[in-house]
């Protein structure tokens, strides 16, 4: 017996897995570049940090389960709630401004589509603890400068305020 993937995952055979982790590596190299530090969280959190977030209508969106010590948990669809639990856990202790980012593969249970799958990589950069717009603009500059490395320029992307 011969078996396949689930539907809306992806295997990476080593020329995929070099693509991947060649956008990865000029996704880290321009975050480093504005000081940017890397952290990670689990993959499986608590199912109520996402319902705290987003409220019960994101249950159906999630692949959650019963683990073996009877508590509800789920696969995370995104970082933020990770990342907010982390910060909160040492407020106290942390260098202002927090500058910290994470490439994470995510999973969300919806039907696959072209461009939509289960399973997804994400790159993320937050700011925590600059007042102003300073952090929003440099977040823009980081998303500019990553653009840039890939080749791209202005004729291939545009800025625009927000409508």
């Known amino acids: ?3 396949e993937s689930l539907p ?6 080593p020329e995929a897995c ?5 956008i990865f590596g000029r996704w880290r190299k321009a975050a480093h570049a504005f000081g940017f530090q890397e952290y990670d969280a ?3 959190e608590p199912l109520e940090l996402y319902i705290e977030k987003s409220g019960e209508e994101i249950v159906g969106q999630l692949f959650n389960f019963e683990d073996r010590g009877g508590r509800a948990v789920a696969l995370r ?3 933020t709630p ?16 927090v500058k910290w980012f994470n490439i994470g593969e995510h999973y969300r249970y919806e039907r696959p ?18 007042p102003g717009p300073g952090a929003d603009a440099e977040l823009i500059l980081l998303l ?16 625009r305020p927000p409508q």
Do not use: C
Not at 8 to 13: D, L
Not at 87 to 94: G, H, M, T, Y
Not at 144 to 159: E, H, I, N, P, R
């Open 42 to 44: 689990p993959v499986l």
């Open 82 to 97: 990770s990342l907010a639990r982390l910060v909160a856990a040492k407020a106290n202790s942390l260098k202002r401004p």
């Open 18 to 22: 070099a693509r991947r982790n060649h």
């Open 1 to 3: 017996m011969q078996f």
């Open 77 to 79: 669809p995104e970082m």
């Open 144 to 159: 500019v400068q990553t653009l840039k490395s890939f080749g791209l320029g202005s004729s291939d992307f545009k800025l």
């Open 113 to 130: 589509q072209k461009g939509r799958l289960r399973a997804f990589f994400q790159f993320n950069a937050d700011i925590f603890g600059e």
């Open 8 to 13: 809306g995952f992806r295997e990476f055979y």
